[in-house]
């Protein structure tokens, strides 16, 4: 992009002013002329359940509300337990043709996961238990950034690992973690950190589904969930500790979670954990480990905070940097010249147009996320919304609902732009064009999971047009002008 997209023309055609595609609202569905005061939802209140014709499940939310009254739930009830294939024998020489494997993924992928060294997860000796719940998820070989990291970290070495977004980086340390447990030893072994709640539930769930067959104990533990639960649980067996920061380190100034033992602290998502917001937590938290920890950072972006972290904690860290360009070649980005009063209709020609599996659709508040998810449903869409003010419970259900293809667009604030892995999204759609070129890329990232192919799409105001340019040559990305009509393949093969 060589300059601002005033100069490009505002190319309104199919994308801009005109009749909505749809009849699902006759009046004029734009934001910008509604009365936030009279029209918001009360604040945790789920969105309401749309009225659709496609023919995917719809979540009565009314049922969702009265179930969470009478049924609370910890975290570990919300994470379904993996099922082992109970009649491979780990002693059987054909023990991986009796594997219960699920079917192959097809899709196309690109070469941010396919240009390997060619190693083989058994190259590495791991124990055939592990192997077997590896096959049984569905892998087939590592990823570049598991190739790099898996047999470093086994070795015990510090790890500064940056790669970039769904390329397999949770993986990349769940694997070499659940290898070095010794379920023999009822204690903590490893703790597994995680800036969301939302991210500690879908990391938790890879553990279990790695180590089904191993008798690995997995406990996850976060924030606005109950620290009664939290302290029960801790008083049997857990081996691997998947946690929030604040809360972890909550337990083990109450000397309930004991770190003594705690060999491996993983910090998935770095940059944002060393944020001012939670480095000091992190630090006083390294306190409760043994000296000859081994501390595995892994990240999309790593800012300066992260090399004063690294050179005060790690001890000569192997750094496996995988990034020559920082976005996904799978996501193809285009931007939509739009007046602010034109964004709904034309997500709406967006929804009509777009050949979506599941879509996320950012906003930039609260408010707009409550309020955007409200006229996608009058338009006749299935839409979830999902933001940092839901109660626990809810957030929880929406997010669990919309992994399963309960409905296929989700409205979310920048809660949902870390680590979120979910792979049927193809579509991502940025309502609010964010300010930041990190936030942008950690949004457009959660399509194009595991290098398929993915689909970005921005709105830009007038007022967003430098922003734009400024992100793109941040990225060293270009970001195009939509065309009239989008061909499927770029983010459908």
């Known amino acids: 992009m060589q300059q601002p997209p005033q100069a ?22 734009n934001l910008a002329n509604v009365n936030m ?8 209140a789920p969105p309401p359940q749309s009225v659709s014709s496609v023919n995917y499940a719809q979540v009565s939310y009314a049922g969702l509300q009265s179930r969470t009254a009478q049924q609370p739930q910890t975290l570990s009830q919300t994470i379904p337990q993996p099922t082992s294939s109970a009649s491979v024998s780990v002693d059987d020489d054909n023990w991986k043709e009796n594997l219960n494997l699920p079917a192959r993924d097809e899709r196309y992928r690109t070469e941010d996961v396919t240009a390997t060294k060619g190693n083989e997860f058994e190259d590495y000796f791991l124990k055939r238990e592990l192997l077997m719940g590896i096959y049984e998820k569905g892998f087939e070989r590592p990823s570049p950034i598991q190739e790099e990291s898996i047999p470093i970290a086994l070795t015990g070495r510090d790890i500064l690992a940056r790669a970039k977004n769904g390329t397999g980086k949770t993986a990349a340390f769940v694997i070499p973690v659940l290898e070095r447990i010794d379920t023999t030893k009822g204690q903590i072994q490893a703790c597994l950190l995680v800036p969301t709640r939302e991210l500690a539930l879908q990391t938790a769930q890879v553990c279990k ?29 857990v081996h691997i500790c998947v946690a929030t920061p604040g809360r972890v380190l909550d337990l083990a100034n109450k000397r309930v979670c004991k770190l003594d033992k705690c060999s491996i602290l993983v910090m998935d998502e770095a940059d944002k954990l060393l944020s001012p917001e939670f480095q000091p937590i992190i630090e006083e938290l390294i306190g409760f480990l043994p000296k000859n920890r081994q501390i595995l950072l892994y990240s999309a972006t790593f800012p300066v905070t992260v090399k004063d972290f690294k050179d005060r904690f790690l001890r000569k860290p192997y750094v496996i940097n995988l990034m020559d360009e920082l976005t996904l070649k799978g996501v193809t980005q285009y931007y939509a010249f739009v007046e602010e009063k034109q964004k709904v209709h034309c997500l709406n020609t967006l929804f009509s147009k777009l050949q979506i599996n599941q879509s996320i659709i950012f906003c930039n508040s609260v408010n707009r996320v409550e309020l955007l998810a409200k006229k996608i449903t009058e338009l006749g869409y299935s839409c979830f919304y999902i933001h940092a003010k839901m109660l626990q419970s809810h957030r929880n259900r929406v997010f669990h609902d919309f992994r399963n293809g309960a409905c296929r667009n989700l409205v979310s604030s920048d809660l949902f732009t870390r680590g979120i892995d979910i792979q049927s999204v193809n579509v991502v759609i940025n309502f609010d064009f964010p300010k930041y070129s990190e936030t942008y890329l950690h949004r457009v990232g959660r399509s194009g999971r595991f290098g398929h192919l993915g689909l970005a799409v921005n709105l830009i105001t007038y007022e967003d047009r430098f922003n734009l340019y400024r992100i793109e040559q941040e990225l060293g990305t270009e970001i195009k002008p939509i065309p009239p009509q989008i061909d499927r393949s770029v983010y459908c093969r």
């Open 37 to 44: 005061a009279q029209h918001r939802s009360p604040p945790y």
């Open 209 to 237: 589904e790695l180590g089904v067959h191993l008798g690995i104990q997995v406990m996850v533990t976060t924030g606005g969930t109950s620290l009664t639960d939290d302290i029960m649980r801790l008083h049997q067996t």
């Open 8 to 29: 490009r023309g505002r190319g309104k055609g199919q994308w801009g002013a005109g009749p909505p595609a749809h009849g699902g609202n006759s009046g004029n569905p």
